[in-house]
């Protein structure tokens, strides 16, 4: 009986993957990933997974560090380390999957790994000036309503961008000042409170402005569009953000994702504790959170040296 080919393969561990629970975007960017890896390895003339080997893996580690990625509209540029470490671990987990059901003699990714720094520091932080600018910038009509609950509910709450995008009503506890995020990153669902100006934005949306976007009372989305009178597209959350901030004259480029970034950074420096922020955020490490911490930390550091009238050395 002839092994099954790479490709097939590949399906069956995301066809499984799906069914464990994990998020679809999590399952979307493991195929984009993986397929990448068949397409290189049949230019190797490699198609069944017995015939790889770790210096074939060794080998396309080392293509996608040092060829740029080419792009229809914009100059090639290389691949981050993030994004090569993601697919390192992508990588692992699909040949440890091929072991555990005797796809492979051996797995030849289980000593793959890439030689990483610390963590980056996240790329941009808005004050609390900028957000407090940000968060008016919304009118008071219907869609301004809309658009501003959308971003106290990323500042309050830290939602990633595909959870706040699948919030439905019955996630909603207005009372009880909650929302249910469900089936989050790694497909886990968890509790994320709601702050009190969040709280007030959402009721004003959910009073005054939803009952016009909704054609149909069966539409369980929370924040639904204007003329689709369905559940807001994640590209669509991504153009809010930005188009918001660059009517409140912001100058950095401001995404959900630095909104995520900016409401665990103002909870640690405000005194909250890292596994509070871990739990809000929902990572499955602390050491993930923890490069909110060194953001912190060299806030402080600046303040320090600013103020303290030893905080600079003056050679007499």
Not at 24 to 42: F, N, P
Not at 96 to 119: I, K, T
Not at 150 to 160: A, D, P, Q
Not at 171 to 196: Q, S, T, Y
Request: proline share 4%; net charge positive; with cysteine.
């Amino acid at each position: 009986m002839r092994a099954a080919g790479l490709p097939f393969l590949v399906e069956v561990y995301l066809r499984q993957a799906l069914a464990q629970g994990r998020a679809r975007g999590t399952v979307s960017y493991r195929r984009v990933y993986l397929r990448q890896l068949v397409a290189w390895l049949e230019r190797q003339g490699i198609t069944r997974a017995r015939e790889v080997t770790s210096r074939f893996l060794s080998d396309y580690l080392l293509h996608l560090q040092t060829r740029p990625v080419r792009f229809k509209h914009a100059a090639p540029r290389r691949r981050s380390g993030r994004t090569i470490a993601a697919q390192v671990s992508v990588l692992r987990s699909f040949f440890a999957w091929l072991a555990a059901r005797r796809e492979v003699l051996f797995d030849p990714a289980a000593d793959l790994a890439l030689r990483q720094g610390p963590a980056p520091l996240p790329k941009a932080v808005l004050t609390l000036r900028e957000v407090r600018t940000l968060l008016a910038a919304p009118g008071h009509d219907t869609l301004g309503l809309r658009d501003r609950a959308i971003l106290e509910t990323f500042y309050s709450t830290g939602l990633r961008r595909a959870e706040l995008w699948a919030l439905d009503l019955y996630d909603l506890d207005v009372a009880g000042g909650i929302v249910r995020v469900r089936h989050g990153k790694g497909g886990k669902d968890r509790l994320v409170p709601v702050g009190e100006a969040a709280l007030d934005a959402l009721r004003r949306y959910l009073r005054q402005a939803r009952p016009e976007l909704v054609e149909r009372a069966k539409e369980p989305a929370v924040f639904v569009a204007s003329i689709s009178h369905r559940r807001l597209s994640v590209k669509t959350l991504n153009f809010l953000v930005s188009k918001h901030a660059e009517t409140a004259g912001l100058a950095q480029r401001v995404t959900p994702h630095v909104l995520r970034h900016t409401c665990a950074t103002h909870l640690l420096r405000g005194g909250a504790d890292i596994r509070h922020v871990q739990a809000l955020l929902g990572h499955a490490s602390v050491a993930t959170t923890q490069i909110y911490t060194r953001v912190a930390i060299e806030d402080l550091v600046t303040v320090h040296r600013r103020h303290h009238p030893r905080g600079k050395l003056r050679m007499t």
